[in-house]
């Protein structure tokens, strides 16, 4: 069965630091082949979904401005488990968090996104499958 399970989210002030975790399993996440693409993205009441980070199979990673240098996302690839460490948060962090997984032409696009070249829903259709989303509050 293909699943995303994220977690990790949680109540955090304002200046701390929170870990996302996010476990794939089934065809999706295909390491024999090893041609594949995680992303996290976020989408906050009332706001447009976000996207954030994402890996591909040879460990290229690649972020949105809004985020650079504060979010760092990576992979163990021995446990399928997808991780994005989040510091220095603030208030506007605050969001549903989600993870998805897709073939290795999905980090093409939203590399693309992250330039500014393509908008999100553009940038998605090769990311097959998401997670449920795990909630991050940041309080001031």
């Known amino acids: 069965q293909e699943q995303v399970v994220e977690s990790g989210g949680g109540l955090v002030q304002a200046g701390g630091s929170l870990r996302l975790s996010c476990t794939a399993s089934g065809l999706i996440f295909d390491y024999t082949a090893r041609r594949y693409c995680m992303a996290w993205f976020r989408q906050a009441p009332g706001k447009e979904r976000e996207g954030l980070a994402s890996?591909?199979?040879?460990?290229?990673?690649r972020y949105a401005n809004s985020v650079k240098g504060r979010f760092t996302i990576s992979e163990d690839s021995a446990n399928h488990t997808l991780y994005l460490q989040m510091s220095s948060l603030r208030p506007d962090d605050t969001a549903m968090y989600y993870c998805a997984a897709g073939t290795s032409g999905a980090c093409i696009t939203i590399q693309r996104y992250y330039a500014g070249r393509l908008d999100l829903e553009d940038a998605t259709p090769k990311f097959g499958r998401w997670g449920q989303g795990t909630q991050v509050t940041v309080s001031s």
């Open positions: 890996s591909d199979q040879d460990g290229d990673t």
